[in-house]
Protein backbone atom coordinates (compact mmCIF):
# COMPACT_ATOMS: atom_id res chain seq x y z
CA UNK A 1 0.00 0.00 0.00
CA UNK A 2 1.36 3.34 -1.23
CA UNK A 3 1.83 5.87 2.21
CA UNK A 4 0.63 9.04 2.00
CA UNK A 5 3.29 12.07 2.04
CA UNK A 6 3.21 14.10 5.38
CA UNK A 7 1.44 17.30 4.25
CA UNK A 8 3.22 20.95 5.58
CA UNK A 9 1.03 23.34 6.89
CA UNK A 10 1.95 27.04 6.57
CA UNK A 11 -0.15 28.59 9.09
CA UNK A 12 -1.20 31.92 9.61
CA UNK A 13 -3.87 33.69 11.45
CA UNK A 14 -7.23 31.94 12.86
CA UNK A 15 -8.60 28.95 13.27
CA UNK A 16 -8.35 27.57 9.88
CA UNK A 17 -4.73 25.65 9.73
CA UNK A 18 -6.04 23.55 12.84
CA UNK A 19 -8.87 22.90 11.23
CA UNK A 20 -7.20 21.42 8.34
CA UNK A 21 -4.63 19.79 10.27
CA UNK A 22 -7.66 17.80 11.99
CA UNK A 23 -9.44 16.92 9.29
CA UNK A 24 -5.67 15.55 7.23
CA UNK A 25 -5.56 13.99 10.52
CA UNK A 26 -8.93 12.15 10.59
CA UNK A 27 -8.14 10.91 7.26
CA UNK A 28 -4.93 9.22 8.68
CA UNK A 29 -2.56 11.82 7.11
CA UNK A 30 0.87 12.80 8.89
CA UNK A 31 0.93 16.67 9.46
CA UNK A 32 3.73 19.38 10.45
CA UNK A 33 2.95 22.83 10.78
CA UNK A 34 5.20 25.79 9.83
CA UNK A 35 3.30 28.50 12.39
CA UNK A 36 4.46 32.35 11.30
CA UNK A 37 5.23 33.96 14.46
CA UNK A 38 3.21 37.28 14.54
CA UNK A 39 0.29 35.76 12.93
CA UNK A 40 -0.46 32.41 13.49
CA UNK A 41 -2.20 31.43 17.31
CA UNK A 42 0.45 28.95 18.84
CA UNK A 43 -2.41 27.49 21.63
CA UNK A 44 -4.39 26.47 18.53
CA UNK A 45 -1.21 24.40 17.17
CA UNK A 46 -0.49 22.99 20.31
CA UNK A 47 -2.22 19.51 19.18
CA UNK A 48 -0.06 19.18 16.35
CA UNK A 49 3.36 18.43 15.31
CA UNK A 50 4.70 22.37 14.74
CA UNK A 51 7.61 25.07 14.90
CA UNK A 52 7.28 28.76 15.04
CA UNK A 53 9.48 30.76 12.21
CA UNK A 54 9.49 34.23 11.46
CA UNK A 55 7.73 35.19 8.11
CA UNK A 56 11.22 35.81 6.39
CA UNK A 57 13.64 33.28 7.77
CA UNK A 58 12.95 30.88 4.55
CA UNK A 59 15.86 28.90 5.25
CA UNK A 60 14.94 27.66 8.51
CA UNK A 61 10.99 27.02 7.02
CA UNK A 62 12.46 25.07 3.75
CA UNK A 63 14.71 22.71 6.09
CA UNK A 64 12.21 21.93 8.57
CA UNK A 65 9.85 20.94 5.43
CA UNK A 66 12.49 18.58 4.22
CA UNK A 67 13.67 17.27 7.40
CA UNK A 68 9.83 16.20 7.83
CA UNK A 69 9.46 14.74 4.49
CA UNK A 70 6.51 17.45 3.58
CA UNK A 71 6.14 16.98 -0.01
CA UNK A 72 2.65 18.84 -0.32
CA UNK A 73 2.17 22.27 1.26
CA UNK A 74 -1.08 24.37 2.28
CA UNK A 75 -0.42 27.73 2.91
CA UNK A 76 -3.47 28.54 5.16
CA UNK A 77 -4.76 31.91 7.70
CA UNK A 78 -4.14 35.41 7.12
CA UNK A 79 -0.74 36.94 7.13
CA UNK A 80 -0.72 40.46 6.52
CA UNK A 81 2.31 42.05 4.07
CA UNK A 82 5.20 43.14 6.65
CA UNK A 83 7.17 46.34 5.94
CA UNK A 84 10.79 45.90 4.39
CA UNK A 85 12.23 47.99 7.19
CA UNK A 86 10.57 44.26 9.26
CA UNK A 87 11.10 41.42 7.09
CA UNK A 88 14.84 40.61 8.04
CA UNK A 89 15.19 37.69 5.41
CA UNK A 90 17.65 34.98 6.15
CA UNK A 91 20.00 34.38 3.93
CA UNK A 92 17.68 31.94 2.29
CA UNK A 93 15.22 34.35 2.47
CA UNK A 94 17.40 36.93 0.54
CA UNK A 95 17.81 34.37 -2.60
CA UNK A 96 14.23 34.11 -2.67
CA UNK A 97 13.07 37.69 -2.74
CA UNK A 98 15.67 38.09 -5.46
CA UNK A 99 13.83 35.16 -7.20
CA UNK A 100 10.93 36.53 -6.67
CA UNK A 101 12.00 39.64 -8.47
CA UNK A 102 9.31 42.41 -9.20
CA UNK A 103 6.42 40.41 -7.73
CA UNK A 104 7.18 41.74 -4.56
CA UNK A 105 6.06 44.99 -5.60
CA UNK A 106 2.81 43.39 -7.50
CA UNK A 107 -0.84 43.37 -5.23
CA UNK A 108 -1.90 40.27 -3.17
CA UNK A 109 -2.89 38.73 -5.70
CA UNK A 110 0.23 38.66 -8.02
CA UNK A 111 2.39 38.08 -5.02
CA UNK A 112 1.05 34.84 -3.77
CA UNK A 113 0.88 33.33 -7.28
CA UNK A 114 4.21 34.34 -7.78
CA UNK A 115 5.07 32.53 -4.01
CA UNK A 116 3.00 29.61 -5.05
CA UNK A 117 5.08 29.20 -8.48
CA UNK A 118 8.21 29.71 -6.45
CA UNK A 119 7.35 26.94 -3.77
CA UNK A 120 6.85 24.10 -6.33
CA UNK A 121 10.05 24.96 -8.40
CA UNK A 122 11.63 24.27 -5.00
CA UNK A 123 10.18 20.40 -5.23
CA UNK A 124 6.44 21.02 -3.15
CA UNK A 125 3.15 20.66 -4.67
CA UNK A 126 0.93 23.65 -3.30
CA UNK A 127 -2.86 22.06 -2.41
CA UNK A 128 -5.44 24.12 -1.13
CA UNK A 129 -7.15 23.53 2.21
CA UNK A 130 -10.49 23.20 0.92
CA UNK A 131 -8.99 19.95 -0.82
CA UNK A 132 -8.55 18.93 2.61
CA UNK A 133 -12.03 20.02 3.98
CA UNK A 134 -14.17 17.83 2.14
CA UNK A 135 -16.63 16.15 5.47
CA UNK A 136 -14.87 17.99 7.73
CA UNK A 137 -17.17 19.21 10.71
CA UNK A 138 -15.18 22.50 11.01
CA UNK A 139 -14.94 23.85 7.81
CA UNK A 140 -16.49 23.28 4.45
CA UNK A 141 -16.95 24.46 0.80
CA UNK A 142 -19.66 26.21 0.24
CA UNK A 143 -21.68 23.49 -1.94
CA UNK A 144 -24.83 24.67 -3.11
CA UNK A 145 -26.79 27.83 -4.10
CA UNK A 146 -29.74 29.47 -2.33
CA UNK A 147 -30.60 29.88 1.30
CA UNK A 148 -28.85 28.00 4.14
CA UNK A 149 -31.20 28.66 6.72
CA UNK A 150 -34.22 29.40 7.24
CA UNK A 151 -34.56 33.14 5.98
CA UNK A 152 -34.77 34.44 2.31
CA UNK A 153 -33.53 37.63 0.43
CA UNK A 154 -36.36 39.72 -0.38
CA UNK A 155 -36.26 41.53 -3.24
CA UNK A 156 -34.58 44.82 -1.97
CA UNK A 157 -31.78 42.40 -0.67
CA UNK A 158 -31.29 40.46 -4.02
CA UNK A 159 -31.50 44.33 -5.32
CA UNK A 160 -28.48 44.75 -2.83
CA UNK A 161 -26.42 41.66 -3.35
CA UNK A 162 -26.37 42.82 -7.12
CA UNK A 163 -24.83 46.13 -6.14
CA UNK A 164 -22.48 44.46 -4.13
CA UNK A 165 -21.65 42.07 -6.75
CA UNK A 166 -21.31 44.78 -9.37
CA UNK A 167 -18.93 46.93 -6.95
CA UNK A 168 -16.56 43.77 -5.87
CA UNK A 169 -16.20 42.90 -9.84
CA UNK A 170 -14.59 46.27 -10.48
CA UNK A 171 -12.46 46.45 -7.30
CA UNK A 172 -10.77 43.36 -8.34
CA UNK A 173 -8.90 44.55 -10.88
CA UNK A 174 -7.81 46.64 -8.61
CA UNK A 175 -6.42 43.91 -5.81
CA UNK A 176 -8.74 45.26 -3.60
CA UNK A 177 -10.74 43.14 -0.87
CA UNK A 178 -13.21 40.09 -0.74
CA UNK A 179 -15.93 41.96 0.89
CA UNK A 180 -18.70 44.24 0.41
CA UNK A 181 -21.77 45.86 2.25
CA UNK A 182 -25.05 47.56 0.13
CA UNK A 183 -27.97 48.61 2.24
CA UNK A 184 -30.69 49.85 -0.27
CA UNK A 185 -28.07 50.64 -2.78
CA UNK A 186 -25.86 52.60 -1.14
CA UNK A 187 -22.14 50.93 -0.23
CA UNK A 188 -21.22 51.33 3.41
CA UNK A 189 -17.84 49.93 3.08
CA UNK A 190 -15.53 47.85 1.10
CA UNK A 191 -12.78 44.93 2.95
CA UNK A 192 -9.30 46.56 2.79
CA UNK A 193 -6.72 45.41 5.16
CA UNK A 194 -8.80 45.20 7.94
CA UNK A 195 -10.28 41.91 7.11
CA UNK A 196 -14.28 41.30 6.93
CA UNK A 197 -14.73 41.20 10.66
CA UNK A 198 -13.26 44.40 11.31
CA UNK A 199 -15.42 46.19 8.21
CA UNK A 200 -18.27 44.87 9.71
CA UNK A 201 -17.92 46.66 12.96
CA UNK A 202 -16.97 49.61 11.01
CA UNK A 203 -20.48 49.49 9.61
CA UNK A 204 -22.13 49.54 12.60
CA UNK A 205 -22.34 53.55 12.68
CA UNK A 206 -22.29 53.80 8.91
CA UNK A 207 -25.79 51.90 9.09
CA UNK A 208 -28.94 53.92 7.35
CA UNK A 209 -32.44 54.36 8.73
CA UNK A 210 -33.79 51.98 6.16
CA UNK A 211 -33.76 48.12 6.40
CA UNK A 212 -30.90 46.44 7.08
CA UNK A 213 -27.79 46.16 4.16
CA UNK A 214 -26.03 42.87 3.08
CA UNK A 215 -22.73 41.64 3.22
CA UNK A 216 -21.39 39.66 0.19
CA UNK A 217 -17.78 37.92 0.22
CA UNK A 218 -16.58 36.51 -3.32
CA UNK A 219 -12.86 36.00 -4.73
CA UNK A 220 -11.29 38.42 -6.86
CA UNK A 221 -11.41 37.53 -10.87
CA UNK A 222 -7.97 35.07 -11.34
CA UNK A 223 -8.01 34.59 -7.67
CA UNK A 224 -5.60 32.30 -6.57
CA UNK A 225 -7.67 30.28 -4.27
CA UNK A 226 -5.38 27.29 -3.51
CA UNK A 227 -4.79 30.73 -0.82
CA UNK A 228 -6.47 33.05 -0.80
CA UNK A 229 -10.55 31.59 -0.91
CA UNK A 230 -12.84 33.76 0.77
CA UNK A 231 -14.03 32.38 4.56
CA UNK A 232 -17.27 32.95 6.86
CA UNK A 233 -17.84 31.87 9.92
CA UNK A 234 -19.75 32.15 12.93
CA UNK A 235 -18.01 35.32 14.61
CA UNK A 236 -19.00 36.76 10.49
CA UNK A 237 -22.76 36.04 11.13
CA UNK A 238 -22.98 37.60 14.89
CA UNK A 239 -20.51 40.85 13.64
CA UNK A 240 -23.04 41.41 10.64
CA UNK A 241 -26.22 40.94 13.20
CA UNK A 242 -24.39 43.40 15.57
CA UNK A 243 -24.26 46.19 12.36
CA UNK A 244 -27.68 45.49 11.79
CA UNK A 245 -27.32 43.41 8.53
CA UNK A 246 -30.08 41.63 6.87
CA UNK A 247 -27.77 38.73 5.53
CA UNK A 248 -24.89 37.56 3.73
CA UNK A 249 -24.32 36.12 0.25
CA UNK A 250 -21.57 33.80 -1.48
CA UNK A 251 -20.68 31.89 -4.26
CA UNK A 252 -20.85 28.39 -3.96
CA UNK A 253 -17.63 25.94 -4.79
CA UNK A 254 -15.52 29.19 -4.06
CA UNK A 255 -16.53 29.94 -0.50
CA UNK A 256 -14.72 28.59 2.83
CA UNK A 257 -17.69 28.29 5.81
CA UNK A 258 -15.72 27.41 9.47
CA UNK A 259 -18.34 25.86 11.62
CA UNK A 260 -20.96 24.95 8.44
CA UNK A 261 -23.89 24.03 11.40
CA UNK A 262 -23.08 26.26 14.17
CA UNK A 263 -22.99 29.21 11.14
CA UNK A 264 -27.18 28.26 10.25
CA UNK A 265 -28.02 27.75 13.85
CA UNK A 266 -26.46 31.37 14.62
CA UNK A 267 -28.09 32.87 11.03
CA UNK A 268 -31.42 31.12 12.05
CA UNK A 269 -31.45 32.32 15.93
CA UNK A 270 -30.26 36.03 14.10
CA UNK A 271 -33.09 36.29 11.84
CA UNK A 272 -30.13 36.43 8.95
CA UNK A 273 -29.94 34.62 5.62
CA UNK A 274 -27.05 32.66 4.12
CA UNK A 275 -27.16 32.56 0.23
CA UNK A 276 -25.13 30.89 -2.52
CA UNK A 277 -25.02 32.55 -5.42
CA UNK A 278 -24.95 31.00 -8.59
CA UNK A 279 -22.13 31.46 -11.46
CA UNK A 280 -25.19 33.47 -13.60
CA UNK A 281 -25.22 35.87 -10.49
CA UNK A 282 -21.78 36.60 -9.82
CA UNK A 283 -22.47 38.23 -13.56
CA UNK A 284 -22.79 41.90 -13.88
Known sequence: MKIKARVG????????????????QAE????FIIGFKGFAEEALLAPFPHKMFRLAA??????????QSCSELVLIGPVKRPSWRDMRPDAEGVRLLGRLGRAVFLGDDGLLAAIINLLEEEGFHVRGAHEYLVGSDDAIVAQYAGAYGRWQPDEQAFADIRQAVQNLTVMGALDIGQGCVVQNGLTLAVEALEGTDAMLR????????????????????GQELRVDMPAIGPITIREAAKSGLRGLAFPKGATLVMGYKECITEADRLGLFLYGLTPDELLC
Do not use: F, N, T, W
Open 202 to 221: RCAALKQDAPGGVLVKMPKK
Open 9 to 24: ILAGGGPLPACVARSL
Open 58 to 67: AGGILAALRE
Open 28 to 31: GRDV
